[in-house]
């Protein structure tokens, strides 16, 4: 049986679910890699350029840990999965970035790209299985299973957090944040002092389309389009006292879009505390300014 | 309306010759300095790339000079250029200096969106004047390419150290300073004499490097401190990748009139780097591997500090460096970096250059340098 390695980082996070439940029923052997540790992330710093962000190193540090224990590895070339829009330029070149860092070692990596026709993820998956040597009709019926998963991990993502304490929303990408490494559990600590904490996946998608359309002129990168009209959505709803937005070191997207987050929320007044972490981040550091932040929030509440 | 524009070295004077030729109001954008980048990065995000830094600090300062619109280019994506325009309007407006864009986007088959904003800029200018205009412009640009591809393989010969870049300097004032096609074809050839003129030593085995990366940081020698001028004083021919007229004839004429683009950089990449990433960073690893073909003895890549497309690049240029056996130094460069560590860095891939010409062994391991 073919065995395929699915890196647990940047869209795993998003389409987990989908991929492990589609090679699993498509009749392959799927090894997800674990969470990252520092071992993972030792291998993808020594792995990558200096220059490229952690969720790009870390995915680095995924692969290789799989390279060794699967005959595949999936890196899929996720160009674009929204119309008109691309996700970031690094995923359009990821493939070409791994292949070098695991010297020969096979990858799979179908092209997924909405702005073409026959690039969508369910074509992707289909000619992955095929690239493998999987059944073909195995494969478009495991499609259904995956995508009914999907559903409901994505059904459980969105559930609007219970709470009764002051609201922060933390926004950043789903794969920063979701990390077991990068995210530095910084809902959980959130939530210990006491906060209600939402994110963007939260806000219906006919909210944020809506918003998108009335944004100056939108961005052309899919996560940055929804953190900037979740920000919007969820101060002109008075829905949150802050926002914090967690970005990694060197983001090009976020450089941007951060800018024009930051400028919304000193408009709008509403506490606004920008968290950039890299490979060097410590987690007392953090703690502190997520403190400081919540001080200010209970504080302004009761003001 | 006072018009200014971002600029790229040299290689925007016609644009600003064609615009005063029209009969509109430009500032022209300041030579850009220390003040530029200070103010640049003062206003701009801090991970923002330092083309939008010194562009901002360039549009202040001809704020300053009276300007209130900016004629840019624009893009859709996914490299960070094609946003530029919506962040630092916003930027310019919040630290009180309001200015209009007028944005050109390219065409991508679409031609109408880019003459209503062209309709914006020049309504009142006739039609006659408008094309006698893009005439001269368009062959100043040629001029300035080749004089500039001229002085490089100049400098490297050149006798007394400076004076091929004076003589450039002046050459481009005369050629700028041209208003009809003739002039500038006199002056485009009495350059080219004043060159071949310079005092020259003798010197065996030049060794020529290529300069590649993003586009604005090899066309603005501010920005990159100066690297082609460096090169050349220690005897290296530059030869820069960037091409203007090149440029023009791919993504404007030939876009426009939906013509097949030349794919063959795409095409020399493709081993490498099988997917456009935006930006120029496709191109870096085709003119890395072109460079080796072509039997160059390095390649320069000079990129700004977090550009995506690039970091892209500079992970897969060092397979194309061990399979040629180029050897390539990547610049990342941004508002801190300093002239002195340029110039070790230069000196020393030179060093390693003019080492290995020296030995005759082109088999030995080629070395890739990131610094």
Known sequence: ?303 | MKITYPRMGDWTAPLGGMLEQMGLPVVRPPVPSDRTRNIGARLSPEFICYPLKLNLGNYVEAYELGADTVLMGGGVGPCRFGYYATLQKDILADAGYPMDFIVLEPPKGHTLPLISQLRRLIQNVSLRDFLRAVEVAWVKLQAMEDIHILANQVRALEAAPGQTSAVYREQIALLDSATTVESVRARWSRARQALYHIRKVHREGVPVVRLIGEIYMISEPFANLDVEERLGRMGVCVENTLSLVDYIRQNLIADALRLRRDRSLQEEARPYLAHFVGGEGVESVGNTVRAARQGCDGVVHVMPFTCMPEIVAQSVIPSVSQEYGIPVLTLILDEHSAEAGVQTRLEAFVDLIQSRKRSGDESCQSTWVSM
Not at chain 1, 40 to 45: A, H, M, N, S, T
Not at chain 1, 63 to 90: G, M, N
Not at chain 1, 176 to 194: E, F, N, T, Y
């Open chain 1, 1 to 303: 049986m073919v065995s395929v390695g699915l890196p647990r980082a940047l869209f795993h996070h998003e389409f987990g679910t989908l991929f492990e439940t589609f090679f699993h029923h498509a009749g392959a052997a799927v090894e997800v890699s674990p969470h990252t540790t520092r071992e993972i992330l030792d291998l993808g710093v020594s792995s990558a350029v200096d220059e490229t962000c952690l969720p790009v190193k870390i995915y680095y540090g995924h692969a290789r840990w799989l390279s060794e224990r699967v005959d595949a590895v999936f890196v899929p070339r996720v160009v674009s999965i929204c119309p008109r829009e691309y996700t970031c330029p690094k995923f359009l070149g990821l493939p070409d970035m791994i292949k070098r860092a695991l010297r020969g070692r096979a990858i799979c990596s179908p092209l997924v790209d909405v702005r073409r026709r026959g690039a969508s993820l369910y074509d992707a998956l289909v000619s992955a299985a095929f690239e493998l040597g999987l059944d073909e009709r195995t494969a478009r019926g495991a499609m259904r299973s995956a995508v009914s998963r999907q559903r409901a991990m994505v059904a459980a993502m969105r559930e609007a957090p219970k709470g009764k304490g002051p609201a922060v929303a933390v926004l950043g990408h789903r794969y920063l944040i979701s990390d077991a490494l990068s995210g530095m559990d910084v809902k959980q600590r959130l939530q210990a002092l006491g906060l209600t904490v939402y994110d963007y996946h939260m806000v219906p998608e006919s909210a944020l389309f809506r918003i998108q359309q009335r944004v100056h002129r939108p961005a052309f990168w899919t996560y940055e389009n929804k953190i900037l009209a979740a920000a919007i959505w969820y101060m002109s709803q008075r829905k949150v006292d802050g926002i914090i937005q967690w970005v990694s070191f060197g983001c090009g997207p976020d450089s941007m879009v951060g800018e024009v987050v930051a400028r919304e929320c000193r408009q709008r007044e509403v506490p606004h505390m920008l968290v950039t972490v890299d490979e060097h981040t410590g987690t007392a550091g953090v703690q502190t300014r997520l403190e400081a932040f919540s001080d200010m929030v209970f504080w302004r509440r009761g003001k």
